[in-house]
């Protein structure tokens, strides 16, 4: 085996390894949902969880997963390639220092002045007197994970510089286990149950810390308290960094901003628009992000030895990889919607209506999926070129066009949490056709002719796929009539067909193995 086919082999290999563990780790996201929505349900105490866990998720995505890594592996890639073990280590230590404690701060910030920013992210909250005290305390439980998990972010960040992917992609199933066994084992010694939860997600930072530490610590990388604002890789990170913060950040702003109108509508509306989110992030993770973050390192060493014709054949792949992928999963969720939620959700506390009022929202979601999905691909072309400030103007025209929709459609028209998910989808393919018309104009991306063509193969698949859903929903019996498992077996046998008919027309349309070989 030549050493190009070799490399094509390790690529693909990477990919999947982390969609692997994505994957797992999704299905683990899930049992938490459902654990925590039987003891929940969709009541004032799911709702304000959901919402207070979402202050720290976004900073961490934004400042540790999102902009951080992205600027960070470009500039270690470049220092892997062009720089001594010495100066390495030296960027390693210093930009430790600076993330951690820039996170350590922006924590002991937020729980000081807890009612501020529970005021700021969740004003529907803040004028309920009992509600308001639940938020401040459990903002203040969670928000530590915040250090943790930057800190985790940042070890990931290293051991994928080092193409070690599958430990930081598994690392999430300690956060989804923690959750369970709290809300599974020890909401009898809180007076609320929801406080149980909250300590789980406290615990869980921790154990994700100890998963990292140790391939950090084989690799004799273990970083030391070193500050140096002169050194010229830390300055490097920050100026891409800063703008970042905005542009790797940006499905997770626009959700919160959801979540925010959200907590100003009738109770359940977080939960509601929480869940259909999770199930979105399922083919949003396993595929789009798993991609992203293989294909970041590959993109960024391409771009630092100035190979043009090889940036553009591996960002070429990573697109159409996304919209093989996207589209039919995008058609999948719409047309099972309910199917889906009924099975996972409808138990406990969570009623008919709930998984009633999900599927509108998730359904809405689905017509947004595969913009979602490219513009993780498409950020990452940028920040390889180490441009981040177009992904940062974009980010800003998406966030205020989604807080006009928000108003509009959730409020003016009253659509609620529906007109939510709306405004976000509706806003992500306005980011999507931006971030693709600055690739092509300034030739970052070259559409090659068989993107087009494979795109077209995708249509008449996904035709075959619609034709199939359509069909079983015009035929099918009551659903809410047959018992949990028959059906669990019979979803199960509309997702086995549904995709051995798209991936059917799609080999049949020449589509080979060898494509994920690259």
Not at 330 to 337: E, Q, R, W
Request: include cysteine.
């Amino acid at each position: 085996m030549n050493s190009s086919k070799k490399e094509k082999v390790k690529a693909s290999f990477k990919t999947f390894s982390v969609s692997f563990w994505t994957l797992i780790s999704r299905v683990f996201g899930v049992l938490r949902d459902i654990t925590t929505t039987y003891v929940l349900g969709a009541g004032i105490a799911h709702d304000i969880f959901v919402v207070m866990l979402k202050i720290p998720n976004l900073f961490r995505r934004m400042v540790a997963e999102g902009a951080f890594n992205q600027a960070f592996i470009p500039v270690l890639t470049e220092y892997k390639s062009t720089k001594s073990k010495e100066e390495l280590k030296s960027l390693l230590d210093i930009s430790f220092t600076a993330i951690s404690s820039l996170v350590l701060t922006l924590s002991i910030i937020f729980m000081i002045f807890a009612p501020i920013i529970v005021l700021i992210f969740a004003p529907g909250f803040y004028f309920d007197p009992l509600k308001k005290d639940l938020a401040i305390e459990i903002l203040r439980i969670t928000f530590p994970y915040l250090f943790f998990i930057s800190i985790v972010a940042f070890f990931g960040s290293v051991l994928n510089s080092f193409n070690i992917f599958s430990i930081p992609a598994a690392t999430p199933i300690a956060f989804n286990l923690s959750i369970i066994v709290g809300a599974t084992f020890f909401t009898e010694y809180f007076q609320l149950p929801v406080l149980a939860i909250a300590w789980g997600v406290f615990i869980a930072g921790i154990l994700q810390l100890l998963i990292n530490l140790i391939p950090i610590i084989k690799l004799k990388l273990i970083p030391k308290f070193k500050l140096n604002f002169n050194n010229p890789g830390l300055k490097k990170i920050f100026i891409l960094m800063l703008p970042g913060i905005l542009s790797g950040g940006i499905i997770q702003i626009n959700i919160l901003v959801d979540t925010i109108f959200a907590s100003l509508l009738k109770t359940g509306s977080p939960t509601w628009l929480y869940l259909s989110d999770r199930l979105i992030q399922l083919p949003l993770g396993i595929f789009a992000i798993a991609a992203a973050t293989v294909i970041l390192p590959a993109l960024s060493s391409s771009s630092a030895t100035n190979n043009v014709l090889e940036f553009n054949r591996k960002f070429n792949w990573a697109i159409k990889f996304i919209f093989l992928l996207g589209i039919p999963s995008s058609i999948g969720l719409y047309f099972l919607s309910y199917e889906i939620i009924n099975i996972l959700f409808l138990r406990g506390e969570f009623s008919e209506l709930d998984v009633i009022n999900t599927s509108y929202s998730l359904k809405a979601f689905c017509f947004g999926l595969v913009a979602f999905m490219t513009i993780k691909i498409l950020n990452v072309g940028f920040f390889a070129k180490q441009d981040p400030k177009t992904p940062m103007y974009v980010a800003l025209l998406s966030l205020f066009l989604n807080v006009g929709l928000n108003w509009l459609l959730a409020f003016k028209f009253g659509y609620g949490h529906v007109g939510l998910a709306i405004g976000s989808v509706i806003s992500a393919i306005v980011s999507f056709i931006v971030l693709m018309f600055f690739l092509l104009k300034r030739s970052i991306l070259v559409l090659e002719t068989q993107s087009f063509v494979f795109l077209f193969k995708i249509i008449i698949s996904s035709l075959g796929l619609l034709t199939f859903l359509t069909a079983i929903h015009m035929f099918s019996s009551n659903w809410i009539e047959l018992n949990l498992l028959i059906q669990f077996i019979s979803l199960s046998a509309i997702i086995l067909v549904g995709s051995s008919i798209y991936f059917g027309l799609m080999f049949v349309q020449g589509l080979r193995i060898n494509f994920f070989r690259e």
